[in-house]
């Protein structure tokens, strides 16, 4: 970071990042971590909404209100920091073989769609203990279990459960259904859902949910296939539902449907997929496609979120610096707008997406983009993208 802060002071990059990102004076290192030590992940919050504003003014939001006219929130935990010797008061921790890994991690929030491979990210919700030092002087320990000793950990389930309580309004806006995986589908998570006047579709394993499973077993289920020609075999698109069944917990109850999906290819006789949500949407034959489509596409929060930030060209677990309170916090959510501004403009910037076609994988477009800055001098950003896309193929 220090070498391209460095970097970035000299020669045509100092005359760029004034002119296209309008950065005036860039600051030591030392000056940044302490700065944003301080700052909340939570004061990011609003530019997110800013985010989305700016997906209405350009047209392209409406095409993530699939379902009942409002959108798809993927949810799903992410570690972005780990490391075996520098940490805070707020790392999580986990022992294993005799080895402590302090980490940190979030519960990201994503704007997917089916048949879409745009996301856009939303605030996320911060997985982070408590200061716990000193409740646990056990001087003879080593540091870390000193300092954390064993106290009950902040966890994605319970980020699970805050998302919906803190964001409940806006996202009920959005008129939002929320998308996460098995360790979702919990009678208390739901419970906080339609508390906060929203929808989910989360993944349901026979597994961890036997209640639901033992119901669906004694139930009378409703079944519709489908066969799809997809040029070189037939599919079975087998639907399998169950409106009412019971989510419980602690002696209470909730009403839930529990929807079962599977294809079948009819030539190799294999099942090719399979899975099963549970939902607060009413299923019926007309409508059964559209939750399995809806739920089937929270798997992009893996693969178009979370595999991206960390793989191609951002840099989500890289250690800037941990600090003490907040830094490595900081540093992992500013890759977000930025994220969620790129998503933007390969929906509607026609220079961005012409520049961004030039090139295969996303993190070789911007090892692209960094040369050209480095070497040339530009006006603006117009000026600085048309000559990318002159010049990415030696043009
Ligand atoms: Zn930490």
Redesign the pocket.
């Known amino acids: 970071m220090l070498g391209y802060q460095e970097s970035l002071g000299r020669g045509n990059q100092r005359k760029n990042a004034g002119n296209i990102l309008n950065v005036k004076e860039i600051p030591c290192n030392n000056q940044i971590n302490r700065l944003i030590d301080g700052v909340k992940p939570e004061e990011f919050d609003e530019n997110f909404k800013d985010g989305i504003g700016l997906a209405e003014k350009y047209g392209v939001f409406e095409q993530y209100k699939v379902l009942d006219g409002g959108v798809l929130i993927a949810l799903d935990g992410v570690w972005f920091q780990s490391s075996e010797k520098v940490?805070?008061d707020?790392?999580l921790h986990i022992t294993k073989d005799g080895k402590t890994t302090?980490y940190?991690s979030m519960t990201a929030a994503v704007l997917v769609r089916p048949g879409g491979e745009v996301v856009l990210p939303l605030a996320q919700e911060m997985i982070r203990n408590e200061d716990t030092r000193g409740t646990d002087k056990n001087d003879d320990a080593e540091p870390v279990q000193k300092t954390y000793g064993k106290q009950k950990q902040d966890c994605e389930r319970t980020a699970a459960k805050r998302l919906p309580e803190k964001h409940g309004a806006y996202y009920k806006e959005l008129k939002a259904t929320l998308l996460g995986d098995d360790l979702y589908a919990n009678h208390n998570t739901c419970k906080a859902v339609l508390d906060s006047g929203l929808s989910f579709i989360f993944t349901c394993k026979d597994d961890s949910h036997p209640w639901i499973a033992e119901q669906f077993k004694y139930s009378t289920p409703e079944t519709l296939t489908r066969v799809v020609w997809t040029g070189k075999n037939h599919r079975e698109y087998r639907y399998t539902w169950v409106n009412g069944l019971e989510n419980r917990a602690d002696g209470e109850k909730l009403p839930v449907q529990y929807l079962h999906f599977e294809i079948y290819v009819r030539e190799t006789g294999k099942i090719v997929y399979k899975n099963s949500w549970i939902t607060d949407k009413t299923i019926t034959k007309d409508n059964v496609g559209l939750p399995v489509d809806c739920g089937r596409a929270r798997w992009k929060i893996e693969n178009g979120n979370n595999n991206v930030l960390k793989n191609y060209g951002y840099h989500l677990e890289h250690n800037f610096g941990?600090g003490e309170n907040h830094a490595?916090e900081i540093y992992c959510v500013l890759n977000l707008p930025a994220f969620f501004i790129h998503g933007l403009m390969i929906l509607c910037d026609e220079n961005f997406i012409k520049a961004r076609s030039c090139f295969g994988r996303r993190d070789e477009f911007y090892n692209a983009l960094r040369t050209f800055f480095r070497a040339h001098l530009f006006q603006s950003w117009e000026d600085f993208l048309s000559f990318v896309i002159i010049h990415a193929k030696g043009g």
């Open positions: 940490f805070c707020h790392c302090c940190h941990h490595c």
